[in-house]
Structure formats: structure tokens, C-alpha cells
């Protein structure tokens, strides 16, 4: 799909995109730049219930641990 910016730099999002993402008015969008793409996210008005059951096999611990040992070999 795709969408052209306007030049006050406005876009529509597709029905499609909005409809499987239950995107409303007023809905907020997070923009990701990782310096080669973008992403666009909509931020639930209810992250906790958004998360709920996504992280349940995630070990937050391990994760933790992880990037504190490739700050270090950074730093």
C-alpha cells in the first residue's frame, strides 16, 4: 500500500492499515526512524492491555543483563 504526502506534509493511512490496526481519530502514532526506514506504530491507549500475553515468553532478565554487557564492552 501507499500514500502520498501532501506539501503541508500530511498523509492518509490506507482503510485497510487503519481498520486491522483499529486506528480512529485521535488515535497517536509513535514514528520510528532507525536511520534507513521508518516504522509507524499506534500507541494503544491501554499498553498494559496491549502487551498483556506478548511478553509472556520474553526473559526480561536475560535481556537486562545482555545490554549491560554490551555497554560495558562499549564504554
Not at 1 to 27: C, D, F, L, W
Not at 44 to 68: E, H, Q
Request: some cysteine; charged content about 30%.
Amino acid at each position: 500500500m501507499e500514500s502520498t504526502v501532501t506539501v503541508r506534509g500530511q498523509t492518509a493511512i490506507p482503510v485497510a492499515i487503519r481498520r486491522k490496526y483499529n486506528i480512529k481519530p485521535h488515535t497517536q502514532l509513535e514514528w520510528i526512524d532507525d536511520g534507513h526506514s521508518i516504522t509507524v506504530i499506534p500507541i494503544s491507549s491501554n499498553p498494559i492491555k496491549t502487551l498483556k500475553g506478548k511478553c509472556k515468553n520474553v526473559d526480561f532478565l536475560k535481556a537486562l543483563l545482555k545490554s549491560r554487557k554490551e555497554e560495558k564492552s562499549i564504554g
